[in-house]
């Protein structure tokens, strides 16, 4: 047994000190977060679909693929007293943020993430405390190799935040992902959906008691992905957001599911920005945000 103790170890190890974003965002955070006048929050519709190099003031996207309200609520109370320049959080609300919790899900093995490189404590099991036992060993060992031996790098997001794998040279299939993509998002229940909306509501009076404004807005997608949604769970998603911005006046809420503006070549699939699409995105947030530069917007 020893020796595959000592070989756990040395894995584990060895995994933790492959650089990461969430590494690399947690110190972004630690170093600057008292400057920051913008923070995009969000799962991998803001991660890749805005670029803070492109925002008139200081922003970083503090996204990552899959993160829900909850996650996003926890960043901003790990730096609660750090928030001293902050005038606006961006949060997207997509078609599944209210009804998704990736604790329980497929996408659970990303609570590690949060436990080792964030410091949080948002699961007491073992397994989400480890890298080599939250993924397949397969996963490990080509995560050790990629790095380790190929020198490959396994940071996949600008300094800044953004997400910059999904290239338009490597576009995929926006009819198949449309389809794929609003089927895999949509829910058969509405377990999470009150959770989700407290979760909201908190992250909003968050900002409210320190005087900054709420940008939630539905991300561009891909005609194939909107005309695919089940139209109730989207109807339920847009009015649920409505009344919240009417209950909060720090609060505004815009739509561009099916903005016009948004063509195929600013999708990587059909529910992604590529690196074109991005840049837009992030300047019609800019203009948005910059509309009303005092704590209220009405």
Known sequence: MLPIFILGVSSEILLRKIPNDYVL????????????????????HAFYGVNPAYFSSKS???SYPSQTLNYDFEILKKYRNNWKDLECIAIPISYFS????????????????????????????FVDNTEA??????VNLDRLYSYYVCGNSNISCSSLGWGIDFNSKNKKDLNKT??????????????YLTANINTLKAIIEFAKNRGVRVLLYTPPAYHTYSENLNSTQLSQTISTVKNIGREYNNVVYVNFLTDP???????????????VGAK???HKIDVLINQNKKNTWR
């Open 133 to 138: 036992l939250s993924n397949k060993l397969s």
């Open 178 to 191: 449309g389809k794929q993509a609003a089927k895999r998002h949509s829910t058969k229940d509405n377990r």
């Open 261 to 275: 503006s948004f063509l195929a070549a600013d999708f990587f699939d059909a529910d992604h920005m590529d690196e």
């Open 25 to 44: 965002k947690r110190k972004f955070l630690d170093n600057y977060s008292d400057s920051i006048k913008v923070l995009f929050l969000g799962s991998s």
């Open 280 to 282: 837009k995105l992030t």
């Open 60 to 62: 970083f996207n503090a």
């Open 98 to 125: 209210l009804f998704v919790s990736f604790d329980t899900g497929i996408e659970s093995w990303r609570v590690k993430n949060y436990n080792i490189y964030y410091g949080m404590n948002m699961s007491n099991k």
